[in-house]
Structure formats: structure tokens, C-alpha cells
T-cell receptor, first 119, second 111 residues
Framework: GAVVSQHPSRVICKSGTSVKIECRSL??????MFWYRQFPKQSLMLMAT?????????EQGVEKDKFLINHASLTLSTLTVTSAHPEDSSFYIC???????????????FGPGTRLLVL | QKEVEQDPGPLSVPEGAIVSLNCTYS??????FMWYRQYSRKGPELLMY??SSGNKEDGRFTAQVDKSSKYISLFIRDSQPSDSATYLC???????????WGLGTSLAVNP
């Protein structure tokens, strides 16, 4: 159980284009999903918290107009990198929190990540 | 001072060794503690989850939390080359607050 999928796994695009990344919880409902960015040999950097049916909460320093997040259902959240530039190249990972109550309510289950390369 | 401190390593051990991975933290409100394993170019995988102080065992893995010292540990017994990965600790104070992450410790288990 607690499987999170992410698509695409890898994308290469030209500078100035927009890229959409999908995150799905396959076998549970996720009221909250998270989007992280990770640079090589570094830890996870939280970009935003996404709650189903409401606007995402962005971390300080993350441009909300640059990184558009939509959490349309209990199993799907999308991250769109708008007008991508080479400095946006990174590993983007989503995670989802199982809505069921109980001791595991604070844990997050991660997708496999999306590697974005902007040329 | 960071809220969560974790030695990035790298840590290299022979196969079969007992591995000890640790994190310290400064926020006494933290109650939920997790260990994740991340293989290269993959998303993190939840290994262990502990609430408050105490020990938890799952197969070759044991998680310990000492809230009085603000110190958590992950022990891996009979380590295998397949355990080679980065291990990240994460924690929060509950109430759906965001997780605070350690830097991750890179572990290599040599055959």
C-alpha cells in the first residue's frame, strides 16, 4: 500500500517552455500533497504544500507564479514549471500524506521523482 | 543552528557490520520521527516511523528516540550491499506541520 506515482520520470525541454508534472496517490486518498526540489547530494527542499480543493501554500523564496500547483482531487496534484530556464533544472519529488487518522498520519509517501533538464 | 543536524558522511562499512545513523534536533516540540532511505535518482522510501520516545524494531532495522537528549538513531544489523543509499531523518511536531529534514547520511556497504 501507500504507492505514489509521478509522471514523467524525466523531461528535457527548451528554455521558455512550460512543463507539467503529475503526482498521483494510487491506493489511498491524500488530502495533502507536498512538492520538493532536490539538488545533487543535497537534502529535500520543500517548495509548497498542496491541499485538495484549496490554494497551495508556498515556502519562502518559492515563486508561486513560476511553480503553479493544482490539487484537483484527493489522488492528483500537478506542478507546472512555467517558462522554464536552465536554473530550474533539478529533481522534483512529490509526496502525499494518507488522510487516514492514526499514528501514521504524519508520514509522507514519496513518488519516484521527475528529473527536469532545461536546455 | 539548524533544527535538525545529520552528519552527511559518507559512511563506509563492510558487509555484515552494524550501522548506526544519527540525528540531533533542537525543537523539543518534535514528537514524530521518521527515517527514509533514498537510492540514487529515486524518491525517498519510508523505513521507520516512531512517535515520542522509545525503540521500534522492524527486521534488521531498529529506530530509537531519546527525547531527553533530542537524539534519534537508526541501527541496521547485518548490513548488506543493497543497504547502500542515503538515509534521511525527518520529524515534526504533529498537527500536520511540515516535516523538517536532516541532510541525509550517505552509506556504502562493501561486499
Amino acid at each position: 500500500g501507500a504507492v505514489v506515482s509521478q509522471h514523467p520520470s524525466r523531461v528535457i525541454c527548451k528554455s521558455g517552455t512550460s512543463v507539467k508534472i503529475e503526482c498521483r496517490s494510487l491506493d489511498f486518498q491524500a488530502t495533502t500533497m507536498f512538492w520538493y526540489r532536490q539538488f545533487p547530494k543535497q537534502s529535500l527542499m520543500l517548495m509548497a504544500t498542496s491541499n485538495e480543493g484549496s490554494k497551495a501554500t508556498y515556502e519562502q523564496g518559492v515563486e508561486k507564479d513560476k511553480f503553479l500547483i493544482n490539487h484537483a482531487s484527493l489522488t492528483l496534484s500537478t506542478l507546472t514549471v512555467t517558462s522554464a530556464h536552465p536554473e530550474d533544472s533539478s529533481f522534483y519529488i512529490c509526496s502525499a500524506r494518507d488522510r487516514r487518522s492514526g499514528g501514521f498520519g504524519e508520514t509522507q509517501y514519496f513518488g519516484p521523482g521527475t528529473r527536469l533538464l532545461v536546455l | 543552528q539548524k533544527e535538525v543536524e545529520q552528519d552527511p558522511g559518507p559512511l563506509s562499512v563492510p558487509e555484515g557490520a552494524i550501522v548506526s545513523l544519527n540525528c540531533t534536533y533542537s525543537n523539543s516540540a518534535f514528537q514524530y520521527f521518521m527515517w527514509y532511505r533514498q537510492y540514487s535518482r529515486k524518491g525517498p522510501e519510508l523505513l521507520m516511523y516512531t512517535y515520542s520516545s522509545g525503540n521500534k524494531e522492524d527486521g534488521r532495522f531498529t529506530a530509537q528516540v531519546d527525547k531527553s537528549s533530542k537524539y534519534i538513531s537508526l541501527f541496521i544489523r547485518d548490513s548488506q550491499p543493497s543497504d547502500s543509499a542515503t538515509y534521511l531523518c525527518a520529524m515534526n511536531a504533529g498537527n500536520n506541520r511540515k516535516l523538517i529534514w536532516g541532510l541525509g547520511t550517505s552509506l556504502a556497504v562493501n561486499p
